[in-house]
């Protein structure tokens, strides 16, 4: 008894865990008239030349919608059904002039559909975010957790900096630097995306060799925009 007790427990546990399990970047939910997919989730410091608040960075998210009815949508307000929040905290959209193809509203045709984008001014050191999504026809909710790809020039740069002068110092070891330099060679990466390819980390340590830090973290911004790091995609 007390054997199968324990078998139905664990799957009563497994099927309320599978019910409210959230969704995440990538995954499509609906009701019956609209579709909704959340494509990507950045977070940067600066959009053009528009650099956040002090303390603060924009979430960008970018999603799609789709309508599911068999006749023209009327115009729906999406900075209404998108509700974003951390830590018991809410933010509201904000509106960058700079930033392209920005999506607020709607009216779209029969099963036709429309991506863009969204932004928050959020706090920079809140990492994981919660976006629930209210459908206009059946007020029906679902929630994405998620937590943003870090696209900040600082964060980012203060991360290859760092790197670059660990490397430093083990070739400057006596009579076994070089060695050990070249034993745990590999790519400079940060939250799994390489910043820095492994056969260019020299190059980098030379054009940043005989400076001092402002001028260093300078190169490596530089460098890291010419690489296309640091932008939303």
Avoid at 108 to 131: C, W
Avoid at 194 to 213: G, K, S
């Amino acid at each position: 008894m007390k054997r199968i007790f324990l078998v139905i427990m664990v799957l009563i546990l497994v099927a309320t865990s599978g019910c409210t399990s959230a969704l995440t970047p990538g995954d499509r939910t609906s009701d019956d008239s609209h579709a909704f997919l959340l494509q990507s989730t950045q977070i940067i410091d600066k959009i053009d030349d528009l650099v956040a608040p002090e303390e603060k960075a924009f979430l960008v998210i970018k999603y799609e919608i789709e309508n599911l009815q068999n006749q023209d949508d009327s115009p729906r307000q999406w900075t209404k059904q998108l509700k974003l929040g951390a830590d018991d905290e809410y933010f509201d959209p904000t509106l960058i002039e700079a930033l392209d193809g920005q999506l607020w509203e709607t009216a779209l045709p029969k099963n036709e559909k429309q991506s863009g984008y969204m932004a928050f001014t959020v706090p920079e050191d809140i990492n994981d975010f919660k976006l629930t999504v209210t459908f206009p026809a059946s007020q029906s909710e679902e929630t994405y957790d998620f937590r943003p790809v870090d696209k900040r020039i600082s964060v980012n740069a203060d991360h290859v900096y760092t790197r670059l002068e660990q490397i430093a110092r083990t070739k400057r070891i006596a009579l076994i630097g070089g060695l050990l330099a070249s034993l745990s060679s590999a790519p400079i990466r940060y939250l799994g995306v390489i910043l820095v390819p492994e056969e260019e980390i020299d190059e980098l340590m030379a054009q940043t060799a005989d400076l001092d830090e402002d001028a260093k973290r300078a190169v490596i911004e530089d460098y890291l925009i010419e690489q296309g790091h640091c932008r939303l995609e």
